[in-house]
């Protein structure tokens, strides 16, 4: 069987990573596809040494631009490799721009699309993320929602054949990769940081970033944090903070650190160690309730409910008041802070890149991976 792999992000690699150990497990060799929508060293090459993934087979190149641009380039750049190498199965993951270019890419040379984390939904439609997310689903032939409640929402739009639930692959990435992150990371030192002393932020939704109204909201909470805090900054809101005039001010709050982009280990152990995490990143929403750390979310919506559901997700939008009243309860109820940390988290046992292998191989061999002509027969 021959799986190719697209991908073009941080949180992209970090979670394909479990599925590509496993089918390298069952003596299977995928072809990894790199658009190369991130492209600093920080962003993307880091991920493939500390996760010790396999070279890349094909560097697309892709880099920045507009939505169009960005996925339209490499919808073509991806097609000229599935028309030579004709893999078997697409596996795409997630919800960028590079997912919905290997996706339409894909299915319309009649390669089925594999769709690990379907079924999410914010419904905001606002959101670049939330139409690569339905288009994706839509021209996929075998979803991999990561919960019921994802499986749900693809059942309500019609998709209901060949959908499985595995739980979420981040968590296969967090138990692999935890403990080596305990050990191996300084960041600690580096920084001059103890243990759930300080705070770890990260911002980078266009929805945040893109305007200055909302960019100045956030460098408003950041100017009003009770704490240390720690924020490793997406090159994005570097770019968009300078464009604004904002970043000096950023630059000159006494209690925050500002960063470059972290390696997964050094992100790892600073989420595990924080007294909790405030983001509007998708994935560490995610890592945040896996590693018992309370997180608030810098969003108004989210297409991971079952954070809030399990108690271990506040949705604190930009709100400076919100936001600071949800940090002082956690600073001083202990009782409150306890019951955010403990939240149950809801994306499974660790095992979903062996599920998600194990059931595309076990569809070759019944001769079942193909994309068919309706959902619906
Ligand atoms: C993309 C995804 C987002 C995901 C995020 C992960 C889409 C629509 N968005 O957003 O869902 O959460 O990746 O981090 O696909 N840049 C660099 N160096 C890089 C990469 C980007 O400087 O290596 C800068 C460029 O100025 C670029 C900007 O960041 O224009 C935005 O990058 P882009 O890939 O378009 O989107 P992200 O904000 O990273
Ligand atoms: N991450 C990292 N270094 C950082 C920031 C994030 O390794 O400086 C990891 C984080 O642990 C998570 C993933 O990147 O697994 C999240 O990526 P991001 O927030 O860029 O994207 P999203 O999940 O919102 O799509």
């Given amino acids: 069987m021959k799986p190719a792999f697209i991908f073009g992000t941080r949180p992209e690699i970090i979670k394909l990573s479990p599925v590509i150990r496993a089918f390298l497990g069952r003596g299977v060799e995928p072809l990894l596809i790199h658009t190369g929508q991130h492209y600093d060293y920080e962003m993307s090459r880091v991920f493939l040494e500390e996760l010790e993934l396999p070279e890349i087979d094909y560097h697309l190149e892709v880099g920045s631009g ?21 893999p078997d199965v697409v596996v795409v993951q997630g919800d960028t721009n590079t997912v919905l270019a290997g996706a339409l890419a894909s299915v319309k040379l009649k390669i089925p699309v594999a769709h690990v984390e379907a079924g999410l939904r914010s419904f905001d439609r ?14 996929s032939e075998i979803l991999f929602p990561p919960t019921e409640e994802a499986k749900r929402n693809l059942e309500r739009e019609g998709i209901t054949g060949n959908v499985y639930v595995t739980g979420n692959t981040i968590v296969d990435a967090v138990l692999q990769n935890a403990e080596v992150a305990e050990e191996k ?8 940081l103890e243990p759930k002393e300080y705070l770890l932020i990260t ?17 408003e909470i950041l100017e009003n944090l009770p704490m240390r805090a720690v924020y490793p900054m997406h ?12 970043l000096k001010r950023v630059e000159n709050i006494e209690n925050l650190i500002i960063t470059k982009p972290l390696g997964y280990l050094d992100f790892l152990k600073l989420e595990r160690n924080a007294f909790a995490i405030m983001t509007d990143s998708g994935g560490i929403q995610e890592e945040a309730i896996i590693l018992n750390v309370p997180c608030l979310t810098l969003r108004y919506n989210t297409e991971r409910p079952e954070t809030v559901e399990a108690g271990g997700n506040v949705l604190v939008g930009l709100e400076k008041e919100r936001a600071m ?3 002082r309860r956690l600073m001083e109820d202990p009782e409150f802070y306890e019951k955010m940390a403990k939240a149950k988290n809801p994306f499974g046992d660790g095992k ?25 027969i």
């Fill in 66 to 86: 507009t939505q169009a641009e960005q996925t339209g380039t490499a919808m073509i750049k991806i097609e000229r490799v599935l028309i030579e190498e004709k």
């Fill in 126 to 139: 606002t959101m670049p993320e939330e139409i690569n997310r339905i288009l994706a689903d839509h021209a």
């Fill in 185 to 192: 990371s300084d960041v600690l030192e580096r920084l001059g």
């Fill in 203 to 219: 911002a980078h939704r266009a929805e945040n970033t893109d305007s200055r109204e909302n960019l100045r909201k956030l460098v």
């Fill in 235 to 246: 090159p994005r809101t570097r770019n968009r903070l300078k464009e604004f005039g904002l």
């Fill in 325 to 327: 009243d949800y940090l």
């Fill in 352 to 376: 979903a890149g062996e599920r998600i292998a194990g059931i595309l191989l076990e569809l070759y061999k019944k001769g079942e991976l193909r994309v068919k002509s309706s959902r619906f």
